[in-house]
């Protein structure tokens, strides 16, 4: 079975672990956001893609979901010596390394889809990892610090600013004129199952959305799209979802993100058992919608969401 997986970070690397043990052989390939992405001491880090590899090759800060396991900071205590900020944003010595990798790489040339190929070499994560695109599209947040209105990266927003500063508009620059990555059409066309974990909808599945070309291949897709709710009981399971979603004006629940993302997107929603009153008003507004557990509290209970939602593909197939 070929299943496609839009995912972004911490939310969407702990569903494919789960999804990783319910279809054991199964052909998975993870078409990565990339819109978190940040330039930072001459090196291009890509959070969301480094989640996906680590987490998925066994390297991964457990309890953080981000960086490595083990870690050291010494680079990082250096460059605040030489007083080379920002300092709040926390690169390990280890972390280190694959960006040093990426950046050589994409200096001789190699687009970042052959980059991130030759690095899980290394990873192993037993999937196919795509960036959803090669050309260079980061996520601006348009706020308002000490009363002067700006545009900061989204990484600012979100770990330097908690996500405390207002978030007028999220912007994910350079996106309308990326283009797909190669492959990420083709794995979409040729796709048994399609699914949107439950990864923050506006920046990270939002975000490979805005990439032209991938959220028509989606609509036109053979095979059923099928999406989790990562809003639980009107508020996000992790991170700061909901911060974002006032953002664009979609309200933090289970039906508004359904919804948000279309009837024409999605052939079935997955809701939390605590949302089950939604099902009604989601199904009115024209999708399929379950209530099943989607507490990930460990890989079992991550692997049962994975085959409730691929129980479902089949169910509303060829419907
Ligand atoms: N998230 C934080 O909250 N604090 C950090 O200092 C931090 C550093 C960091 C370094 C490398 C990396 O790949 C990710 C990192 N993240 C950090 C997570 C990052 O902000 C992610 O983009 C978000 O978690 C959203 O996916």
């Given amino acids: 079975m070929r299943i496609v997986v839009l995912a972004g970070g911490i939310g969407g690397a702990r569903f494919l672990r789960g999804l990783k043990q319910a279809v054991e052989g199964g052909e998975i390939t993870v078409v990565g956001n990339t819109g978190d992405d940040i330039h930072l001491f001459g090196l291009k880090v890509c959070p969301d893609l480094d989640t996906v590899m680590?987490?998925?090759g066994g390297g991964i800060h457990e309890e953080q979901g981000w960086g490595r396991a083990e870690e050291s900071f010494?680079?990082?205590?250096?460059?605040?010596a030489y007083g080379v900020g920002p300092e709040w944003f926390g690169l390990g010595d280890k972390d280190f390394a694959t960006h040093i990798v990426r950046t050589q790489m994409l200096?001789?040339?190699?687009?970042l889809s052959a980059v991130t190929e030759a690095l899980?070499?290394?990873?192993?994560?037993?999937?196919?990892?795509?960036?959803?695109?090669?050309?260079?599209?980061?996520?601006?947040v348009l706020t308002e610090v000490e009363g002067e209105r700006k545009a900061?990266?989204?990484?600012e927003y979100w770990v330097k600013h908690h996500a405390t500063v207002p978030a007028f508009a999220i912007i994910p620059v350079g996106a309308e004129t990326a283009k797909p990555a190669p492959g990420v059409l083709e794995a979409i066309a040729e796709a048994d199952v399609i699914?949107?974990?439950?990864?923050n909808p506006v920046v990270s599945v939002g975000t490979i959305?805005?990439?032209?070309?991938?959220?028509?291949?989606?609509?036109?897709?053979?095979?059923?799209v099928i999406g989790l709710s990562p809003i639980?009981?009107?508020?996000?399971?992790?991170?700061?979802?909901?911060?974002?979603?006032?953002?664009?004006?979609?309200?933090?629940s289970a039906s508004a993100v359904a919804k948000h993302y279309g009837s024409d997107l999605l052939d079935g929603w997955l809701v939390d058992g605590s949302d089950a009153g939604a099902v009604a008003e989601v199904e009115a507004a024209g999708i399929p919608c379950r209530a099943v557990p989607l507490w990930m509290t460990d890989v079992d209970a991550s692997a049962a969401m994975a085959r409730e939602a691929l129980a479902f593909a089949e169910a509303v197939r060829g419907e």
């Fill in 152 to 155: 900061v990266h989204f990484q």
């Fill in 120 to 140: 899980c070499d290394r990873w192993q994560p037993g999937v196919r990892l795509i960036p959803m695109s090669d050309d260079r599209v980061e996520t601006h």
């Fill in 232 to 252: 639980i009981g009107g508020a996000p399971v992790r991170g700061m979802a909901d911060k974002v979603l006032e953002a664009v004006g979609v309200e933090t």
């Fill in 74 to 80: 010494s680079v990082k205590a250096e460059l605040k």
């Fill in 107 to 111: 200096a001789a040339g190699y687009p």
């Fill in 195 to 199: 699914l949107l974990p439950p990864s």
């Fill in 54 to 56: 680590y987490t998925l």
């Fill in 209 to 224: 959305l805005a990439v032209p070309g991938i959220r028509q291949a989606l609509v036109a897709a053979r095979a059923p």
